[in-house]
């Protein structure tokens, strides 16, 4: 990330972005709530890349240098806190859970594309603190795809995310870049913190989170992403975002 705006106040507000648009890389005094109640919305740091559909929301801890990307036209829902309001104690980005209370609260907050935000600075206190306390409530999802640091792992993980279906083995893509797969385990769980399998899933979820933000069928995504089959591909992913890759929430 080259150049880095820095925004003392995190945004809130609702930001409507076209598919493929991007908010470049900045940070901002303040922690900030990301929801994408249309499309997909990905945010990406020095330490990898975070992706939430419209079942999940992102939090961007205060001081956090990241970048978005829209998947899809996107309504994207943004949420300002000051520092002393971190009701989870998380000093990292994180995917956290949207209950459908949780939904509404963000989008009455925040506006829908229909409609101005509540204005009135009483419900606007009640709201905000309501949501707090659902935030408290939410879970952490695994929905990350680190970034390696070491030369010889990122080669191998540049591979993949250039072609997330690329059905090689850890040794067989060690054997193409010049490593052992031992050396690449190793840097596989001293960098990513999971195995070599779980971060090659994850890294597919995030692919597949997009290609489905651009409507593109559940077979043809399975396909482009590396599963077998579209059962095998619908089974992992209900089991990451508790619906099934065709149950996407519609957007109001």
Same mark, same amino acid.
């Given at each position: 990330?080259p150049?880095v705006?820095? %925004? ?14 991007e ?5 901002h ?5 990301v929801y ?10 020095d330490a ?28 994207l829902?943004l949420?300002?806190?000051p520092? %002393?309001d ?5 000093d990292r980005?994180a995917v ?14 925040t506006?829908?594309p229909?409609?101005r ?7 606007r206190?009640r709201?905000r ?6 935030l408290?409530?939410?879970?952490q ?5 680190p ?10 993980c ?6 997330p279906a690329?059905?090689? %083995?850890?040794a067989?893509?060690g054997?193409?870049?010049?490593v ?14 999971m ?6 899933t994850q890294?597919r ?16 995504v399975?396909h ?9 591909f619908?089974d992992?992913?209900?089991?990451a ?12």
């Amino acid at each position: 990330m080259p150049k880095v705006r820095h %925004t003392p106040r995190a945004t809130t507000g609702l930001l409507p972005l076209a598919a493929g648009a991007e908010v470049d890389a900045h940070r901002h005094d303040e922690h900030q709530i990301v929801y994408a109640g249309r499309g997909v919305l990905s945010v990406t740091t020095d330490a990898g890349s975070w992706v939430a559909p419209a079942t999940r929301a992102l939090w961007v801890p205060a001081g956090t240098v990241h970048e978005h990307r829209a998947y899809g036209d996107t309504d994207l829902h943004l949420v300002g806190l000051p520092v %002393t309001d971190n009701p989870l104690g998380l000093d990292r980005p994180a995917v956290l859970e949207v209950a459908p209370l949780l939904r509404e609260l963000i989008v009455a907050y925040t506006g829908r594309p229909d409609q101005r935000p509540v204005e009135d600075t009483a419900e606007r206190g009640r709201l905000r603190a309501v949501l707090l306390d659902q935030l408290r409530r939410s879970a952490q999802q695994p929905v990350h795809v680190p970034a390696a640091r070491d030369p010889r792992l990122v080669a191998v993980c540049a591979v993949l995310r250039a072609d997330p279906a690329d059905p090689r %083995t850890l040794a067989q893509l060690g054997a193409a870049t010049g490593v052992s797969d031992r050396t690449l385990t190793r840097l596989c769980r001293a960098e990513l913190g999971m195995s070599f399998p779980q971060w090659r899933t994850q890294l597919r979820l995030h692919h597949a989170l997009c290609l489905l933000a651009d409507d593109l069928p559940v077979t043809v995504v399975a396909h482009r992403c590396g599963w077998a089959s579209s059962s095998a591909f619908i089974d992992v992913f209900r089991r990451a975002f508790g619906h099934t890759p065709g149950a996407r929430r519609p957007s109001r």
